[in-house]
């Protein structure tokens, strides 16, 4: 039964056998962690030369950044409770400052009266109100896209102004060809009441809407030395339990017999070496799993898979000799004039992300797709846009930008396109015989989600090895596996998962945007 937990719960380390975790993520490394806790031999494998995947922690000249900012917020008091049990005094809590750009202006994120009604002017500002009124005589009717969404719910002024080319610049998607649905899951409960509520009455504003914009979050845990910090101590602790962390290793093969997979065979400094494996948790891309396996997949399994799409990633930090720039800890940049989609300022995440207090880096993000015109440019020529973006954002002056480096994330979100549910069912159908192969995390899973849920993902399927029979790919699904889930304990302190603390966390992840069937004409 989904989700359920069997009485026989514990089989011994030596009855699990040696166990390949294929990944050192989030994902990964949860899972080898619980593993090497429970005496249970365990070998990390990973393609990249760091742990933490899209968590890691980038370093360049003694600056530290992220490959995007890595919050720490949780729903979950096991994961909560393992993050601060793994960093202690190392793990900071820090107050949330974003704001927006957009057209030489910046305004508070959430919004704020006097600073937005400043930054627009009168006439805008009525302008936006006409809009609004507009919309509400006369709405989009049938409402198919995001763009039809958003202009109901807001006025199509504020739509171009506050939504359109940031969503599309991440994305890549032009909005009137987004669904509708995510609209409304990614902004449920914020109407333009609501917002002006909390422009007006700040935490009185949210307490009068009873806390339901979730995405207004006022702090967050972050590792002093950045997200990687966790990872490494992950790492560490595996290592000591008698684990074992291989990194450069791609993987090249998963031999299996039909039943289960045999052999997991990884490609280091030039040569071939061959792990034997009782079980396998994977969390490297479905796309890239199903072309590995050994004998292949039929070929209808390979075609689905390579439907699976992703959205990659550039982070180019920028050094400048300035100690204050911005006192935020992101902006995000609505502007079309520029092609960053937002910038992180790392030395307000954590002091001691930089090396001197009398600089400062700033990472600026670019969304693009592995081949476009974005992704191919050189580094150099990356460097370039990126210091002649923020100097005409306006946030420093060309001479003060010292130094600069790109660092280039693949898959970094699965794309939820039109045929993506069709195509990983098939791909799932024919990975189901192998009874000794789970897969957990953001890639593994194609499953845009927040650390958390990738943990818990792997906390299950160490549980599953212990003979407990719980359903991954429901997590986060529907209510039916939350009705089972209040019974479970994971962990060698036996910590219990309630179902309350899954259907909260649901509601904190990420959600993608899926391509409509057609393009609204």
Not at 38 to 47: A, K, N, P
Not at 397 to 415: L, N, S
Request: aromatic residues 10%; contains cysteine; proline residues 4%.
């Amino acid at each position: 039964m989904t989700g359920a937990r069997t009485s026989a719960a514990s089989k011994t380390a030596d009855a699990i056998g040696s166990v390949i975790v294929i990944g050192a993520g989030p994902a990964g490394l949860t899972a080898a962690y619980e593993l090497t806790r429970l005496g249970v031999r365990t070998t990390v494998v990973d393609q990249d030369q760091r742990v933490g995947g899209l968590a890691q922690t980038a370093t360049y000249k003694g600056f530290r950044f992220d490959i995007g900012g890595h919050r720490f917020f949780t729903k979950l008091p096991l994961v909560q409770a393992l993050w601060r049990q793994m960093l202690g005094a190392d793990f900071l809590k820090r107050p949330r400052l974003s704001r927006i750009y957009y057209r030489g202006k910046f305004f508070h994120y959430p919004l704020k009266a006097t600073n937005t009604l400043a930054n627009l002017g009168v006439f805008t500002s009525l302008a936006v109100l006409a809009s609004y009124a507009r919309a509400k005589v006369s709405p989009v009717d049938p409402v198919v896209s995001f763009e039809d969404w958003i202009s109901n719910k807001f006025g199509r002024k504020l739509f171009e102004m506050f939504f359109k080319s940031y969503t599309e610049k991440v994305w890549g998607i032009p909005c009137n060809q987004i669904s509708a649905e995510w609209a409304a899951q990614r902004i449920k409960g914020l109407s333009l009441r609501t917002a002006l509520l909390n422009m007006i009455m700040g935490d009185r504003g949210r307490l009068w809407t009873k806390g339901s914009i979730k995405t207004l979050i006022g702090e967050f845990e972050y590792p002093r030395l950045g997200p990687g910090m966790m990872w490494e101590a992950f790492r560490d602790r595996i290592v000591a339990a008698d684990g074992r962390v291989e990194l450069g290793c791609r993987v090249v093969g998963l031999v299996h017999d039909g039943a289960r997979i045999v052999r997991v065979e990884v490609e280091r400094d030039g040569q071939r070496i061959s792990h034997a494996a009782d079980h396998v948790i994977a969390t490297m891309p479905v796309r890239e799993l199903a072309s590995v396996l050994t004998p292949a997949l039929p070929q209808a399994a390979l075609d689905a898979a390579n439907r699976l799409a992703y959205r990659d990633f550039v982070t180019v930090a920028i050094v400048i000799r300035e100690r204050d720039v911005f006192p935020d800890n992101w902006i995000y940049i609505h502007d079309p004039s520029v092609k960053v989609g937002r910038i992180q300022n790392f030395k307000n995440w954590s002091p001691d992300m930089v090396p001197d207090p009398a600089m400062t880096c700033l990472g600026l993000e670019y969304f693009c797709t592995e081949g476009d015109a974005l992704w191919s440019l050189t580094d150099e020529a990356f460097v370039d846009l990126a210091r002649r973006e923020v100097v005409a954002i306006g946030l420093a002056e060309a001479g003060a930008i010292v130094d600069g480096t790109v660092v280039r994330a693949k898959k970094a979100y699965p794309v939820y396109d039109a045929g993506y549910v069709d195509a990983l069912n098939i791909v799932r159908r024919h990975l189901k015989p192998l009874a000794n192969l789970q897969l957990v995390g953001r890639n593994g899973m194609h499953k845009y989600n927040n650390q958390d849920h990738s943990m818990l993902t792997a906390f299950l399927a160490v549980r599953n090895l212990l003979g407990e029979r719980h359903d991954l790919w429901a997590i986060n699904a529907d209510d039916e596996y939350h009705e089972e889930l209040s019974d479970i304990e994971i962990g060698a302190n036996a910590e219990a998962v309630e179902m309350s603390d899954v259907r909260a966390m649901a509601a904190t992840q990420p959600r993608v945007p899926i391509r409509v069937e057609r393009e609204k004409s």
